[in-house]
Protein backbone atom coordinates (compact mmCIF):
# COMPACT_ATOMS: atom_id res chain seq x y z
CA UNK A 1 0.00 0.00 0.00
CA UNK A 2 1.23 3.24 -1.01
CA UNK A 3 -1.20 5.22 0.50
CA UNK A 4 0.00 7.61 3.18
CA UNK A 5 -3.53 7.15 4.87
CA UNK A 6 -3.67 4.10 7.24
CA UNK A 7 -7.40 4.87 8.63
CA UNK A 8 -9.28 1.43 7.56
CA UNK A 9 -12.34 3.47 6.98
CA UNK A 10 -12.83 6.04 3.55
CA UNK A 11 -14.09 9.06 4.03
CA UNK A 12 -17.67 8.31 3.46
CA UNK A 13 -17.59 5.97 6.42
CA UNK A 14 -17.36 2.21 5.17
CA UNK A 15 -14.43 -0.30 6.15
CA UNK A 16 -12.25 -0.49 3.44
CA UNK A 17 -10.32 -3.77 2.96
CA UNK A 18 -6.66 -3.57 2.20
CA UNK A 19 -6.63 -3.82 -1.51
CA UNK A 20 -10.35 -2.99 -2.44
CA UNK A 21 -11.39 0.41 -3.98
CA UNK A 22 -13.67 2.50 -2.13
CA UNK A 23 -17.49 2.52 -3.50
CA UNK A 24 -18.36 5.18 -5.80
CA UNK A 25 -22.33 4.71 -4.97
CA UNK A 26 -21.74 5.67 -1.13
CA UNK A 27 -24.05 8.00 0.00
CA UNK A 28 -22.09 11.44 1.30
CA UNK A 29 -22.73 12.69 4.37
CA UNK A 30 -24.55 16.07 4.96
CA UNK A 31 -23.21 19.11 5.10
CA UNK A 32 -23.52 20.44 9.10
CA UNK A 33 -25.24 23.94 9.50
CA UNK A 34 -24.76 25.83 12.23
CA UNK A 35 -28.20 26.08 14.30
CA UNK A 36 -29.43 29.98 15.15
CA UNK A 37 -32.94 31.04 15.86
CA UNK A 38 -35.88 30.76 13.82
CA UNK A 39 -34.15 28.39 11.20
CA UNK A 40 -32.68 31.75 8.77
CA UNK A 41 -29.14 31.58 8.49
CA UNK A 42 -27.58 34.71 10.14
CA UNK A 43 -26.32 37.70 8.08
CA UNK A 44 -22.79 37.94 7.81
CA UNK A 45 -21.48 40.68 10.49
CA UNK A 46 -24.65 39.67 12.61
CA UNK A 47 -24.62 37.62 15.97
CA UNK A 48 -26.70 34.65 16.00
CA UNK A 49 -30.57 35.25 18.14
CA UNK A 50 -30.93 33.78 21.53
CA UNK A 51 -30.94 30.00 22.02
CA UNK A 52 -35.16 28.57 22.83
CA UNK A 53 -34.46 26.81 25.84
CA UNK A 54 -34.90 23.32 25.87
CA UNK A 55 -38.61 21.57 26.12
CA UNK A 56 -39.45 20.69 30.03
CA UNK A 57 -38.71 17.55 30.47
CA UNK A 58 -42.74 15.53 31.74
CA UNK A 59 -41.88 14.19 35.86
CA UNK A 60 -41.17 10.49 35.92
CA UNK A 61 -42.91 8.72 38.84
CA UNK A 62 -41.77 5.51 40.36
CA UNK A 63 -43.90 3.56 42.55
CA UNK A 64 -42.05 1.23 45.15
CA UNK A 65 -42.76 -0.54 48.32
CA UNK A 66 -40.81 -0.87 51.48
CA UNK A 67 -41.21 -4.24 51.81
CA UNK A 68 -38.62 -5.13 54.55
CA UNK A 69 -36.25 -3.03 56.82
CA UNK A 70 -33.14 -4.65 57.91
CA UNK A 71 -33.12 -4.83 61.70
CA UNK A 72 -29.46 -4.42 61.73
CA UNK A 73 -28.96 -1.30 60.21
CA UNK A 74 -31.74 0.30 61.63
CA UNK A 75 -30.02 -0.70 64.96
CA UNK A 76 -26.82 0.62 63.44
CA UNK A 77 -28.87 3.55 63.20
CA UNK A 78 -30.66 4.18 65.76
CA UNK A 79 -27.63 3.84 68.33
CA UNK A 80 -25.16 6.69 66.35
CA UNK A 81 -28.67 8.90 66.68
CA UNK A 82 -29.49 8.23 70.18
CA UNK A 83 -26.07 8.84 70.97
CA UNK A 84 -25.75 12.04 69.44
CA UNK A 85 -28.95 12.64 71.11
CA UNK A 86 -27.38 11.87 74.47
CA UNK A 87 -24.67 14.01 73.88
CA UNK A 88 -26.79 17.28 73.09
CA UNK A 89 -28.12 16.62 76.43
CA UNK A 90 -25.63 16.70 78.18
CA UNK A 91 -24.28 19.75 76.14
CA UNK A 92 -27.38 21.61 77.30
CA UNK A 93 -27.75 21.27 80.78
CA UNK A 94 -24.57 21.74 80.92
CA UNK A 95 -25.27 25.53 79.28
CA UNK A 96 -28.46 26.04 81.32
CA UNK A 97 -26.63 25.36 84.83
CA UNK A 98 -23.84 27.47 83.75
CA UNK A 99 -26.66 30.54 81.97
CA UNK A 100 -28.92 29.92 85.73
CA UNK A 101 -25.85 30.63 87.63
CA UNK A 102 -24.83 33.21 86.05
CA UNK A 103 -28.05 35.19 85.86
CA UNK A 104 -28.35 34.74 89.51
CA UNK A 105 -31.14 32.67 89.64
CA UNK A 106 -30.39 30.34 91.92
CA UNK A 107 -29.62 33.02 94.24
CA UNK A 108 -33.24 34.33 94.08
CA UNK A 109 -34.60 31.12 94.63
CA UNK A 110 -32.63 31.09 97.92
CA UNK A 111 -33.71 34.19 99.16
CA UNK A 112 -37.34 33.07 98.03
CA UNK A 113 -37.16 30.20 100.31
CA UNK A 114 -35.53 31.83 103.07
CA UNK A 115 -38.24 34.15 102.83
CA UNK A 116 -41.18 31.57 103.03
CA UNK A 117 -39.32 29.66 105.36
CA UNK A 118 -37.99 32.82 107.85
CA UNK A 119 -34.52 31.41 108.77
CA UNK A 120 -32.34 33.97 108.30
CA UNK A 121 -29.20 32.26 108.50
CA UNK A 122 -30.22 30.54 105.24
CA UNK A 123 -30.77 27.13 106.51
CA UNK A 124 -31.39 25.83 102.30
CA UNK A 125 -28.86 26.14 99.57
CA UNK A 126 -30.31 24.86 96.35
CA UNK A 127 -26.84 24.75 94.95
CA UNK A 128 -26.25 21.99 97.42
CA UNK A 129 -28.76 20.12 95.80
CA UNK A 130 -28.25 21.16 92.21
CA UNK A 131 -24.26 21.56 91.91
CA UNK A 132 -23.14 21.27 88.27
CA UNK A 133 -21.27 17.84 89.19
CA UNK A 134 -24.68 16.27 90.34
CA UNK A 135 -26.41 17.88 87.57
CA UNK A 136 -24.20 16.48 84.93
CA UNK A 137 -23.67 13.22 86.36
CA UNK A 138 -27.65 12.95 86.65
CA UNK A 139 -27.71 13.85 82.85
CA UNK A 140 -24.88 11.41 81.62
CA UNK A 141 -27.19 8.23 83.53
CA UNK A 142 -30.46 9.48 81.85
CA UNK A 143 -28.76 10.09 78.70
CA UNK A 144 -26.59 6.52 78.89
CA UNK A 145 -30.66 5.31 79.95
CA UNK A 146 -31.94 6.65 76.94
CA UNK A 147 -29.48 5.36 74.28
CA UNK A 148 -30.10 1.87 75.60
CA UNK A 149 -33.83 2.07 75.30
CA UNK A 150 -34.00 4.11 71.92
CA UNK A 151 -32.02 1.49 70.65
CA UNK A 152 -33.82 -1.59 71.87
CA UNK A 153 -37.41 0.34 70.89
CA UNK A 154 -36.22 1.15 67.34
CA UNK A 155 -34.54 -2.41 66.56
CA UNK A 156 -38.24 -3.74 68.63
CA UNK A 157 -39.69 -1.31 66.01
CA UNK A 158 -38.20 -2.72 62.82
CA UNK A 159 -38.96 -6.51 63.41
CA UNK A 160 -43.07 -5.90 64.47
CA UNK A 161 -42.77 -3.78 61.09
CA UNK A 162 -40.85 -6.53 59.25
CA UNK A 163 -44.05 -9.24 61.13
CA UNK A 164 -46.68 -6.34 60.03
CA UNK A 165 -45.67 -6.10 56.28
CA UNK A 166 -45.62 -9.54 55.64
CA UNK A 167 -49.16 -9.39 56.35
CA UNK A 168 -50.08 -6.16 54.64
CA UNK A 169 -47.34 -5.97 52.08
CA UNK A 170 -45.53 -2.58 53.51
CA UNK A 171 -45.29 0.45 52.89
CA UNK A 172 -46.18 2.01 49.39
CA UNK A 173 -43.82 5.01 48.45
CA UNK A 174 -43.99 7.47 45.29
CA UNK A 175 -41.42 9.29 44.08
CA UNK A 176 -41.23 11.87 41.59
CA UNK A 177 -38.32 13.26 39.57
CA UNK A 178 -38.95 17.44 39.19
Not at 24 to 33: E, G, I, L
Amino acid sequence: MSSGNTNPRSSSGQVRTPGSTPRVNAPARPAQRPASAGGQAPRPGQRPGPARPAPKAKARKARLLVSKVDPWSVLKMSFLLSVALGIVTVVASFVIWTVLDLTGIFDGVNELLSEIAGSENGGFDLRQFASLAQVLSFTTILAVVNVVLLTALAMLSAVLYNIASTLVGGIGVTLTDD
